[in-house]
Every structure is written in C-alpha cells, then in structure tokens.
C-alpha cells in the first residue's frame, strides 16, 4: 500500500496511557508510548479507511466541541499543593496513511 496523505494527529497524555486522536477522521486509538499510539492511530486509521471505501461513505472531521472535550482530559501534574496542567506539546510528526 502506498502511504501518501498526511493526516493532521494530537496526542495527549491521560492518566495511565497516551491518546492520539486523527482531526480529519475522528479515529482514535491509545498506547502506554507515542511510539504506540502512532502505530495504533496509523492502523486505525488505516482500517477506517478501508471500511470508508467498502461502505462508500464521506469519513467526518472532529467537530470543535470533541476536540475541547479531548484536550479537557489532559492529566494535570502536580506541584506542591497547587495542579498545574502540562502544556501541550504540538509537534508535527507526517502520519502518513
């Protein structure tokens, strides 16, 4: 299979586990490594667009209200007494499907 479109991915750190979520798609997956959840969103995203295919039917981006609700999950770490939320680590890695 030839990998050719960059699909635009967030991958947030939850409690126990790392998430990754596909903005254009609205396919998720998890891992306890990004290493893992790139694999894991990869073959999602992979097999969403093989059903897409099969089905014939438009795949749906991430409305705007999901993606608050995703990045509202973020784990907090803590200092002191006080919960600080770790910043968002933005960085453009092509997942190319």
Not at 2 to 22: A, D, M, Q, S
Not at 44 to 56: F, G, H, N, P, T
Not at 71 to 88: A, H, N, S, V, Y
């Amino acid at each position: 299979m030839k990998y050719n479109k960059p699909y635009t991915v967030l991958i947030r750190k939850g409690k126990f586990e790392y998430i990754g979520i596909c903005l254009e798609l609205n396919v998720s997956a998890r891992g306890k490594t990004i290493t893992e959840v790139e694999r894991n969103l990869r073959n999602a995203i992979r097999d969403y667009l093989a059903y897409v295919r099969s089905e014939k039917i438009k795949p749906q981006a991430i409305s705007s209200e999901e993606i608050i609700e995703f990045l509202r999950d973020t784990f907090p770490e803590r200092k002191g007494k006080r919960e600080l939320f770790k910043p968002i680590r933005l960085q453009e890695v092509p997942l190319y499907v």
